[in-house]
C-alpha cells in the first residue's frame, strides 16, 4: 500500500478518534479525516497547530514519521517510533556488531549506485554524464579513493550551471529546493530504518557524533539523485527564482510516491525504501545478499 503524505499549513487542531486522524481547520471550522495506517509522513507547517498525545502516539504506532517546520517552512525537528520492530533490541545489538569489512563493502556499493544515479540525471537533463559515469567504475571498498567527491564536483558543475550557483546548503536557489527534498528524504530514510529495527544514529560511513542520523545520511545516497531530477525538473517550470512556499512543498513531496526502479521491478519511493532499509539490516547481520538499490533509468 502506498502511504500518504499529508501538510498541516493552517491553525488546525489534530486528533484521533475511531483510527482515523481528524483535522479541524480552526479558521474554517473544516473536517478531515485519514486513516492511521495509511500516513506515512505528517508535517506541520504553521505554528499554530494543536496535536494531542494519543495522535502522536497511534502515528508512532502506525510508523508514521512526524516533521516539524519553523517559520522559514523549512523542517526543524522529526519524530520517529522507538520500537519498529518486533526483534528491536536484537537488531540493534546486530547493527553494534557488524564488522568493518561488511560496513566498507556496504559503503562501497552505496557510493557506486549513487554515482550511477547522478550520471544518469545528467544524462537526463543533457548534459555531459561521461567523466560522473566513470567514476562510479573506480569506486573500491570503503570508497578509499573518495570518489563519491569527484563525482559530486563533476556532477554539481554541470546541474547547475544554468542557475549560475554551486550546491551550497546555504546558498541560493534552487539551493533551498533541494535542501527541503533532501530533509523529506532524509526523514522517509530514519522511518525506514527504524522500521527495520535499526538506529539510524549508528552509521557505517557518516559517524559525526552530533548528527542523530548518521545511517539515514548513508542509507539516502543512493536517492539523492531521484530528489535533484524531481525537483529541478519542476524548477525548470517555474517563471523565476523564488522562496520556498508551501505549494512547491507540495510538489516536491510526491517525490515520496515516484516510481523507482529496481532489479526485480517498480515501487513508490516510500516503499522501495522500506524494503531497501530492511535489506541493509540483513546486510549488517552478516547476510551474503546485497541490497537491491535503486536504479535511476536514463
Not at 124 to 131: D, Q, R, S, W
Request: charged share 20%.
Amino acid at each position: 500500500m502506498i502511504k500518504r503524505s499529508v501538510v498541516i499549513q493552517n491553525r488546525c487542531y489534530v486528533s484521533v478518534l475511531n483510527n482515523q486522524l481528524t483535522i479541524e481547520n480552526r479558521e474554517t471550522g473544516e473536517m478531515n479525516s485519514v486513516p492511521i495506517e495509511d500516513v506515512g509522513y505528517l508535517e506541520f507547517e504553521s505554528a499554530q497547530c494543536t496535536v494531542t498525545t494519543a495522535a502522536l502516539s497511534r502515528l508512532a504506532t502506525g510508523g508514521a514519521v512526524v516533521v516539524v517546520c519553523n517559520q522559514r517552512y523549512a523542517p526543524e525537528a522529526i519524530t520517529l517510533p522507538l520500537e519498529g520492530n518486533t526483534l528491536h533490541a536484537e537488531r540493534i545489538q546486530m547493527q553494534i556488531g557488524a564488522t568493518t569489512p561488511v560496513k566498507k563493502r556496504l559503503w562501497q556499493q552505496l557510493v557506486r549506485c549513487k554515482i550511477r544515479n547522478q550520471a544518469a540525471v545528467l544524462k537526463i537533463m543533457g548534459l555531459p554524464y561521461a567523466t560522473v559515469a566513470r567514476c562510479a567504475t573506480m569506486v573500491y571498498s570503503a570508497d578509499r579513493t573518495n570518489r563519491e567527491a569527484v563525482a559530486a564536483k563533476a556532477y554539481w558543475q554541470q546541474l547547475l550551471k544554468l542557475y549560475g550557483v554551486t550546491r551550497d546548503p546555504d546558498g541560493l536557489y534552487p539551493n533551498n529546493f533541494l535542501n527541503y527534498g533532501y530533509a523529506v528524504l532524509r526523514s522517509s530514510v530514519a522511518r525506514g530504518l527504524v522500521r527495520a529495527g535499526l538506529h539510524p544514529a549508528l552509521g557505517i560511513h557518516h559517524s559525526n557524533r552530533s548528527n542523530a542520523f548518521a545511517l539515514a545520511d548513508d542509507v539516502m545516497e543512493p536517492y539523492r539523485p531521484f530528489a535533484d531530477l524531481h525537483i529541478l525538473q519542476f524548477c525548470a517550470t517555474l517563471v523565476e527564482p523564488t522562496e520556498l512556499q508551501p505549494p512547491h512543498k507540495k510538489e516536491i513531496l510526491q517525490l515520496l510516491v515516484r516510481d523507482v526502479q529496481h532489479s526485480i521491478g517498480r515501487r513508490p519511493l516510500l516503499n522501495s525504501v522500506e524494503v531497501v532499509c530492511a535489506q541493509v539490516a540483513q546486510t549488517l547481520g552478516g547476510s551474503s545478499t546485497e541490497p537491491d538499490l535503486p536504479i535511476l533509468r536514463a
